[in-house]
């Protein structure tokens, strides 16, 4: 079994921003694909950015520029880097982690004011 635990989400203002971090534990074998989701009130979940074990990224076209997406393998832990925010990024987002299974975090709460 694994757990992620998620941290770093908040209230921030339009032009702002915030660090995700999620960190993987338990029974991990190897780690393949890290990444971050959003959920938006009303929307399905979306792909935002994800990681594989050798560095790829991709990220969805509404946050290119603006997000990055890194990882630290020794650590078994993946960050999310989201400047310049806008209102529309107001989301729960989930971490994502492809091991032996698959697995989601609990969710942290991302509002943007603007």
């Known amino acids: 079994q694994v757990q992620l635990v998620e941290s770093g989400g908040g209230l921030v203002q339009a032009g702002g921003s915030l660090r995700l971090s999620c960190a993987a534990s338990?029974?991990?074998?190897?780690?393949?694909?890290m990444g971050w989701y959003r959920q938006a009130p009303g929307k399905q979940r979306e792909l935002a950015a994800v990681?594989?074990?050798?560095?790829?990224?991709n990220y969805a076209d509404s946050v290119k520029g603006r997000f990055t997406i890194s990882r630290d393998n020794a650590k078994n832990t993946v960050y999310l880097q989201m400047n310049s925010l806008k209102p529309e990024d107001t989301a729960v987002y989930y971490c994502?982690?492809?091991?032996?299974?698959?697995?989601w975090g609990q969710g942290t709460q991302v509002t943007v004011s603007s």
């Open positions: 338990g029974s991990i074998f190897s780690i393949n694909t």
């Open positions: 990681i594989t074990s050798g560095g790829s990224t």
């Open positions: 994502r982690v492809v091991s032996a299974g698959v697995y």
